[in-house]
């Protein structure tokens, strides 16, 4: 297993596979976006080798594809298809995140290639502050387009919800009840000091405390035992669970588990990280040491050095 000087082990790797997306939600993208070059970007081959070697020689069990948003990249299924040919050689997960809007006419497609489950961003059922946070031409139907298709097709479903003091506070309970009818899982997400500095403030940040007090007042809400992972997990006595990420107010980074990959092929070790470590192009042990050298390294995280993070790198980088 790739272990750090923190003793944190590491199975999960997300990979993304294009920095491109449809939405240009404020707490990922800035206002002027700087694209990677298209001949920059790692081919799907290089994107499965790249994985076959962190989950046949490194540990890897879990593997999740992101972006910017995955599904623009037009070779996405064959990408999912080749990872999956890895399923006998450790990999037990293999999954995607992303913004559903053209989910739809995907989804079969990629429960066929081996896609297991799905993480969708939904942080707005109201159409205008769907627009106003996503600042693109798609609406919250087309997210729930996208999430029906995709437990249509047998893929399993959580939503992810980024709340934003002025922005979508007042969808706290409406996400909720829309995740508990449709029976799937949701997790809030505090907004985090990333990437646009001139919007994200403390005030901004509805903190998990903020999250459980609304949920209270019209809920019996048990917290569930912790299970390692970065939500907190709770449910309410109808049965339905939902969980917190509180990176802000709770940072999970004593337990983090994950690593990342940029399009261009750059590993990240840190979701705060100020510099990536770049495997394009090297292979055999030279590979092997660089991924070693890059996980020694990794910072204690957000816990140590709290507050925005100036940076090169963006989330639309990185895939969150």
């Not at 097709?153 to 449709?182: C, M, S, W």
């Not at 997790?187 to 403390?202: G, H, K, N, Q, V």
């Not at 940029?262 to 092997?288: I, K, S, V, W």
Request: with cysteine.
């Amino acid at each position: 297993m790739l272990t750090d000087s923190f003793g944190r082990g590491h199975r999960k790797l997300r990979i993304s596979i294009t920095d491109r997306c449809n939405f240009r939600c404020p707490y990922c993208m800035p206002e002027k976006p700087r694209w990677m070059p298209a001949k920059a970007l790692m081919s799907g081959d290089d994107i499965v080798a790249m994985a076959r070697v962190f989950v046949t020689e490194l540990g890897i069990t879990n593997l999740r594809i992101t972006g910017g948003e995955p599904l623009l990249r037009r070779d996405v299924v064959d990408i999912i298809a080749g990872l999956n040919t890895l399923r006998g050689e450790g990999l037990k997960r293999l999954s995607m995140t992303s913004n559903a809007a053209q989910l739809a006419r995907h989804a079969s497609a990629l429960s066929q290639a081996g896609l297991q489950d799905i993480n969708i961003s939904l942080d707005s059922l109201n159409p205008d502050q769907f627009q106003r946070l996503s600042r693109g031409r798609y609406g919250p139907a087309d997210v729930i387009a996208g999430i029906e298709a995709a437990r249509s097709a047998g893929l399993g479903v959580k939503l992810n919800g980024v709340i934003i003091r002025g922005y979508n506070d007042d969808q706290i309970l409406p996400l909720l009840n829309f995740a508990e009818t449709h029976a799937v899982e949701l997790r809030f997400i505090e907004f985090m000091p990333l990437d646009d500095e001139a919007l994200w403030s403390r005030d901004r940040v509805v903190s998990a405390a903020d999250i459980l007090n609304t949920v209270g007042q019209f809920h019996a809400v048990e917290h569930l035992p912790e299970d390692g992972a970065p939500a907190r997990r709770y449910r309410l006595a109808s049965g339905q669970q939902f969980g917190i990420i509180a990176t802000v107010t709770q940072p999970f980074c004593a337990r983090c588990d994950r690593l990342r990959i940029t399009a261009d092929g750059r590993l990240y070790t840190c979701l705060f990280g100020r510099e990536g470590t770049l495997l394009r192009g090297l292979e055999g042990p030279a590979l092997n040491r660089a991924i070693h050298a890059a996980v020694g390294r990794k910072p204690a995280g957000y816990i140590a050095e709290p507050g925005y993070a100036e940076r090169d790198v963006r989330m639309y980088h990185l895939g969150g």
